[in-house]
T-cell receptor, first 113, second 114 residues
Framework: DGGITQSPKYLFRKEGQNVTLSCEQNLNHDAMYWYRQDPGQGLRLIYYSQIVNDFQKGDIAEGYSVSREKKESFPLTVTSAQKNPTAFYLC????????????FGPGTRLTVL | AQSVTQPDIHITVSEGASLELRCNYSYGATPYLFWYVQSPGQGLQLLLKYFSGDTLVQGIKGFEAEFKRSQSSFNLRKPSVHWSDAAEYFCAVVPEGATNKLIFGTGTLLAVQP
């Protein structure tokens, strides 16, 4: 079955450390997205990529970085510059052939101690 | 300002009762509209979507939503709620002409009483 995988499910890091969250999809979608979810705030867009080797900042990109070297993969690095990194992170993908519906992974909960 | 509004943060209904979750948007005349559901600690699952045509849209799990252009609304309904429907529900909009962005409301948390 096609889908999106995110690993790990839970991640703990010490303050000041960079951490990379994995997102892989086998849906053959061109576009991929990273969202941050905090209680009561819905989902906020961090970065998105419409094609390989290209990506754009979303609404809250400060303190985060991404790469898109392969169509299937869109890793997110949470850097030490992110002031409040503890959150639930969701990856998604989409294709015009499915009316831009976004398909979501199961999420990674990052806790910075 | 452009926005997606879900005015109800938390709703509690009894099992078997009907449900309506409200969503209002301010992104153009005919955006793409979605409802997603999220169980605790999980990703989001699409319930239904609207792009054009019939304004009453049927989705999975017995949900439906009605697009009302005059009210800029896309409310989600279910005639009889089951305990397994307890979850958080998000309305989302792809603004007209901006297909690379999905704008989410802040969500409505649904609790179901036995």
């Amino acid at each position: 079955d096609g889908g999106i995988t995110q690993s790990p499910k839970y991640l703990f890091r010490k303050e000041g450390q960079n951490v990379t969250l994995s997102c892989e999809q086998n849906l053959n979608h061109d576009a991929m997205y990273w969202y941050r979810q905090d209680p009561g705030q819905g989902l906020r867009l961090i970065y998105y990529s419409q094609i390989v080797n290209d990506f754009q900042k979303g609404d809250i990109a400060e303190g985060y970085s991404v790469s898109r070297e392969k169509k299937e993969s869109f890793p997110l690095t949470v850097t030490s510059a992110q002031k409040n990194p503890t959150a639930f992170y969701l990856c998604a993908s989409s294709t015009p052939q499915r009316d831009y519906e976004q398909f979501f992974g199961p999420g990674t909960r990052l806790t910075v101690l | 300002a452009q926005s997606v509004t879900q005015p109800d943060i938390h709703i509690t209904v009894s099992e078997g009762a009907s449900l309506e979750l409200r969503c209002n948007y301010s992104y153009g005349a005919t955006p793409y509209l979605f409802w997603y559901v999220q169980s605790p600690g999980q990703g989001l699952q699409l319930l239904l979507k609207y792009f054009s045509g019939d304004t009453l849209v049927q989705g999975i799990k017995g949900f439906e939503a009605e697009f009302k252009r005059s009210q800029s609304s896309f409310n989600l309904r279910k005639p009889s709620v089951h305990w397994s429907d307890a979850a958080e529900y998000f309305c989302a909009v792809v603004p007209e002409g901006a297909t690379n962005k999905l704008i989410f409301g802040t969500g409505t948390l649904l609790a179901v009483q036995p």
